[in-house]
């Protein structure tokens, strides 16, 4: 992304709002554990790495939640089974291409799929990430909205009480996400190639 004073000060912004985000984990987790806020999504609890050169969508809402995994699952560590994510949701999503790619014991299973000139596309786009880097541009933005009342995503709400943001436009440039688990209603990916590689995304 560009290194002018510009995208510096929309990249500082951008994380303090997910530090803002990371901050209701307390919060969840007691949600959680009085039954307030059930997991929906069993996750297998094996990370994968999203990249793209460019996301631009309409429509985006961002909130803090808990993913669990299905109980006695391998994966789940001295977690619980539990992961605290940042749920990024895009109404109408256009990629400039997009790598994936998930470590299986030394060798990756890698996908790629569109270009600048053939993007990729989704409708209602879901990703749920504990880490994410991009340069981001947000239009009409409200930062500090409480999760449950969230509707640039028609369907895509947080927990009564959790911080959330949403804005009317956004574009990431040079995104990176490590994610849990990926949703969408539509997921158009041109040119897919699945293979397993040295080397990941």
């Not at 994610?179 to 080397?199: C, E, G, H, I, Q």
Request: glycine share 12%; net charge neutral; proline share 3%.
């Amino acid at each position: 992304m560009s290194s002018t004073p510009f995208g510096r000060t929309r990249w500082r912004r951008f994380t303090a709002v997910m530090v803002g985000g990371l901050a209701a984990t307390a919060g969840l987790v007691l949600l959680t554990g009085q039954g307030v806020l059930a997991a929906s999504f069993s996750i297998s609890g094996m990370p994968f790495v999203v990249t793209s050169p460019k996301l631009h969508g309409y429509g985006f809402a961002q909130y803090a939640e808990l993913d669990q995994m299905v109980p006695g699952s391998p994966n789940e560590g001295d977690t619980g089974g539990q992961v605290v994510v940042i749920v990024s949701a895009v109404r109408d999503a256009e990629l400039d291409g997009l790598c994936q790619s998930i470590e299986l014991g030394g060798v990756y299973l890698k996908l790629t799929a569109g270009s600048a000139t053939n993007k990729v596309k989704a409708d209602t786009l879901v990703v749920d990430s504990d880490a994410i880097s991009a340069n981001a541009d947000f239009k009409t933005i409200d930062i500090g909205q409480d999760a449950s009342t969230l509707n640039r995503v028609p369907g895509k709400t947080g927990a009564m009480g959790v911080f959330g943001q949403q804005a009317e436009e956004v574009t990431l440039t040079n995104l990176r996400q490590n994610n849990y688990a990926t949703t969408a209603a539509r997921f158009y990916l041109p040119n897919l190639k699945m293979v397993f590689s040295s080397d990941g995304c």
